[in-house]
């Protein structure tokens, strides 16, 4: 089992390499998360903004207002695989002190955020993130067709 998922991650790594792909340059995103996100996502270009891209995936949060009280959760619904990437990348991100999504959780945190809150502020940025990395790739890849006929 350990040779096989080693050579699907092989496989899933030269994939995303040959897509021309440059999510895995985001620390936090390796072969796996990458060609997953490729996967869920098809066409970056399909969703008109970054709103639209972390509505899809779950990642926009929703207000749930009660009395005089506002607060926002996480939506329930959207493409639950693709919000359970965006989730496996904050966590790694959280867990390395040296990456910028561990400084904007902390950043929260100092802000008075709660854990969850924290995390689910990261989790939008980080699909803020991902549609602009997909979208320029996409247009990098259009270029170079273009150039090349």
């Not at 040779?3 to 790594?13: E, F, G, V, Y």
């Not at 695989?81 to 991100?93: D, E, M, P, R, Y």
Request: glycine content about 6%.
């Amino acid at each position: 089992m350990d040779k096989q998922l080693t050579d699907n991650a092989a496989r899933m790594q030269s994939l995303v390499e040959a897509s021309g792909s440059t999510l895995m340059d985001t620390p936090g995103i390796g072969p796996v998360m990458a060609a997953r996100l490729i996967g869920r996502t098809r066409q970056a270009h399909r969703f008109p903004n970054s709103a639209a891209f972390a509505n899809y995936a779950g990642a926009a949060p929703v207000e749930i207002a009660s009395a005089d009280k506002a607060r926002h959760r996480l939506s329930r619904s959207g493409d639950r695989q693709l919000n359970s990437v965006l989730h496996t990348i904050a966590v790694v991100q959280i867990r390395m002190p040296d990456s910028p999504g561990h400084a904007y959780y902390q950043r929260k945190l100092s802000e008075g955020k709660t854990v969850k809150e924290a995390k689910r502020c990261l989790k939008r940025r980080l699909a803020d993130h991902v549609w602009r990395v997909m979208i320029a790739d996409e247009r990098r890849a259009k270029s170079c067709l273009t150039q090349a006929a």
